[in-house]
Each structure stands twice: as structure tokens, then as C-alpha cells.
């Protein structure tokens, strides 16, 4: 049984946050202990989100720490990203190499480590598919259990089969993520579930940990600009917490700016940005092929519009197409990613055409999920979409017939 009820809002209506006291914390003594702490095997500390524990949970004793070592993920530069994107200096750190394939984990370690060690058996949240398959592993690992809300249309199939293969319990159900928020809200207390989406602070301490491993991979020193994608907007608010951290310990001197970069048909921030607004209006019915960004009421909305503040930050959308082509090229890069990531990729080089970024400045995208979370978009691009794909036609077998046709294609690409 859990010791406490555990709430996610404050009485004003906002979702709460987590405030640490980091006095006495010297930035020469963090750098040196996360740097011992890269030769870490099988410890948590082996964890690229635990090698920064004391900037996340210092109280959390070690014991209840639920690690798959998450985080240590790569840092990349592509020509082909470089060209495409038509900036010089871009690199992307791929959080799709998380162990569940996605960015959530970052945060899922902290989740469901807190909610073990408050006593909690039993964890629960609304997904699109990533939260759910990244929660299912993680209570898995924790011999806990998981109940998963999935909206029945307009997410990927592959991650809900994730889920379920992880052993969570799934319910289906006709609405949206925004609807599966509003229902956890009501009724996760009463049915003794521990809620691990980001709505949940310790989701967004543990997502702070992507900007430090960027920043400790950079020996301190960040690109110009980062940019995120924009669907919940967990992401983007622990950007800035993150960035506000490191900045305020004297980690780092410069702070970024930030991009967050929605899908046109599932974009209320950018538009409430753009149009200077200063509530969000929901959109009921959101609608983008990057399922993960099928999110119409993003709950960390006011935390995302924080971090645009302290980072002088700014916010665009981009079309499906233009999500699918630059996805095409992460693909092809050698790195790969779901549609949602590469919402950066098509916003980076929108923003560079409209000469808002320059193209002697540095820039680094943030690559959220696997290239694998979703075959549907790939079958779509490569199969149905795409008439000049040679794999379109199974050729009927003889030697001859396939040595002729691949000397025809292979002296074509030479
Ligand atoms: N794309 C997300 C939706 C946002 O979830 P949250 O973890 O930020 O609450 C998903 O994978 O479900």
C-alpha cells in the first residue's frame, strides 16, 4: 500500500514543480563527480540520468532506484542533415537510443522509482504509445503492474504492441490523450494508481538529465540554439529547467535558445505564441502522422511558455510533409527516428530559410523516439507514397534476371 496519496496540481490549478536547494553546490566538485562518474558499470550511477542524481532526486536512497542505465545516448553530425538543413554546425542527440526506444525513459527511471519508494504497486498513464511502452518496462523491471490508456485511433500500433509485449494491461478507449489526462486526473487517486505522466514533476527532474548529458558531452559549452519537438510539452519544460539549472550553478555560461517545434494540425502553443495570447486554447480534434504529437491540450503548457522566457525562446510549425521528408533524411543519415523527432529536423531548416537562424550559428536537435516506433509512416513513405521505389515489385528469381536488373540499378547510383 502506498503511504500517501500522491497529487500532481497545486490548489492554484498549475501543475506542481519541484524546487531544489543547491547551495553549497560548488560547479567544479559536480563537474569532476559526473565526470568519475562515466566510468560507472552496473551501478546506478552507471545511468545517464543517475549520474546526476543530485541535481534530480538527492533525497531518493539508492535502493529504490529503478535503472535500465537509461540516457548515455549518442551525439551525431550528418553531411546530409548539414545539407539539408542548410546550417553548418548541427549535430542531434538521439534519445531514441534509450532502452524502450524513446526519450520517456529519461524520465520514467524518476517516476516509478518515486512512486516504489512511496509504496506504490501499481502505476498508471495516458499515452500515445512512448509514456506507455517506457512505464509498462519500467514497472516491469520493478515487479510492479501497469495500466495503460490508449486512444483507439491515431497512434502507432508498433508501440502498443511494446506495451502489452512489456506486460502492461491496456485499455483502448475511444477519445484522445487529452481525454486519457482529464480521467487520470479524476479518478488515479481513488483507484490507488501512481500517475507517471508528465504531469507528474518527477518525470520532468529526471528529462532534465537529456540537456546535462549534452552539456557535459560538450565540455560545457552548448550550441546557440536547441530544439525540441512540441506535443505534451514535457519535453521543452525540462529543456528549460534544465538549461536554468546548469546556468544557475555555474555550469555553463551562455544559455541557448530554444525551438519547440509543433505539427501544423496538432499545434494550440504555437498558435497561442504566435498570435500573442496569453491562455492556450485547446484543440479538440488534433491531427498529425507524428502520432506522438496528436496532443491538443498540452497540461505543461505554462512551464513550455517559462522556458520560451528564460531562453529568448521562439515557436513554429511545420506540415506532415515537411515532417516525413526531413524524417527520410534522419533515416537515411544512418540514425533514424520516429516522425515526431523529426519535426526538429523540418523546423530547423524552416528557420534557416527564413534567415531566423543564421547559418553561421550551431544548432542541436533533439531526436525523441526510434526509427522502429512506427512502421505504419515508414510504409506509407517508401511503399505507398513513393512510386520510383525499386523494393515496390517483387522480381520474379533467376540469376540472370537479378544480376541484370541490379547492374542497371547499381551503374545508375555509381
Ligand atoms: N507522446 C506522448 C504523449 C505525452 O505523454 P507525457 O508522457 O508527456 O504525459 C506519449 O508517448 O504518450
Redesign the pocket.
Known amino acids: 500500500m502506498p503511504s500517501s496519496e500522491f497529487f500532481y496540481h497545486c490548489t492554484c490549478g498549475g501543475l506542481l514543480d519541484i524546487v531544489h536547494d543547491f547551495r553549497g553546490y560548488d560547479a567544479e566538485y559536480l563537474k569532476r563527480l559526473f565526470k568519475e562518474r562515466l566510468s560507472e558499470r552496473m551501478t546506478p550511477y552507471a545511468s545517464g540520468v543517475w549520474r546526476y542524481k543530485e541535481l534530480i532526486f538527492p533525497e531518493l536512497s539508492d535502493e529504490h532506484i529503478v535503472t535500465k542505465y537509461e540516457g548515455n545516448t549518442g551525439l551525431y553530425a550528418s553531411e546530409l542533415i548539414e545539407k539539408y538543413t542548410g546550417l553548418k554546425r548541427v549535430s542531434v542527440k538521439a534519445q531514441s537510443e534509450n532502452p524502450s526506444g524513446?526519450f520517456?525513459d529519461n524520465?520514467m527511471t524518476v517516476a516509478v522509482s518515486h512512486g516504489k519508494s512511496l509504496g506504490y504497486e501499481n502505476f498508471t498513464?495516458?499515452?500515445?504509445?512512448?509514456?506507455?511502452?517506457?512505464l509498462a518496462m519500467y514497472a516491469s523491471i520493478a515487479n510492479a503492474n501497469s495500466y495503460v490508456f490508449?486512444p483507439d485511433k491515431d497512434?502507432s500500433m508498433n508501440?502498443v504492441l511494446q506495451t502489452l509485449a512489456y506486460g502492461a494491461n491496456v485499455f483502448s478507449f475511444s477519445g484522445t490523450?487529452d481525454d486519457g489526462?482529464q480521467f487520470l486526473e479524476k479518478h488515479s487517486n481513488e483507484l490507488g494508481l501512481y500517475v507517471?505522466?508528465?504531469?507528474?514533476p518527477f518525470?520532468i527532474e529526471g528529462q532534465k538529465s537529456i540537456i546535462y548529458e549534452i552539456a557535459q558531452y560538450l565540455d560545457w559549452e552548448l550550441p546557440e540554439w536547441i530544439i525540441v519537438p512540441g506535443?505534451?510539452?514535457?519535453?521543452a519544460t525540462a529543456l528549460g529547467k534544465g538549461l536554468y539549472d546548469l546556468y544557475s550553478l555555474g555550469l555553463i555560461n551562455k544559455i541557448p535558445r530554444v525551438a519547440i517545434v509543433q505539427a501544423k494540425g496538432a499545434s494550440p502553443f504555437h498558435k497561442m505564441v504566435n498570435e500573442e495570447k496569453k491562455e492556450l486554447t485547446p484543440e479538440p480534434f488534433p491531427k498529425t502522422r507524428a502520432?506522438?504529437?496528436?496532443?491538443g491540450n498540452?497540461?505543461?503548457w505554462k512551464k513550455a511558455l517559462q522556458t520560451l522566457k528564460q531562453t529568448d525562446g521562439i515557436t513554429i510549425s511545420v506540415t506532415d510533409e515537411e515532417i516525413l521528408d526531413a524524417k527520410a533524411i534522419v533515416d537515411k543519415s544512418g540514425i533514424g527516428c520516429e516522425p515526431?523527432s523529426a519535426a526538429t529536423i523540418a523546423g530547423l531548416r524552416h528557420l534557416v530559410s527564413k534567415q531566423i537562424i543564421d547559418k553561421e550559428e550551431s544548432a542541436l536537435c533533439i531526436l525523441t523516439?526510434n526509427l522502429l516506433k512506427d512502421t505504419d509512416n515508414l510504409r506509407y513513405y517508401h511503399l505507398e507514397n513513393n512510386p520510383c521505389t525499386s523494393f515496390k515489385n517483387t522480381i520474379q528469381y533467376s540469376n540472370l534476371t537479378l544480376y541484370n536488373i541490379s547492374k542497371k540499378i547499381i551503374g545508375k547510383n555509381t
Open positions: 524513446s520517456k524520465g498513464c495516458t499515452s500515445t504509445g512512448n509514456t506507455s511502452s517506457s490508449v497512434i508501440k490523450y489526462i507517471c505522466n508528465s504531469i507528474n518525470r506535443g505534451a510539452l514535457s519535453n502520432s506522438a504529437l496528436n496532443i498540452p497540461p505543461s515526431a523516439g
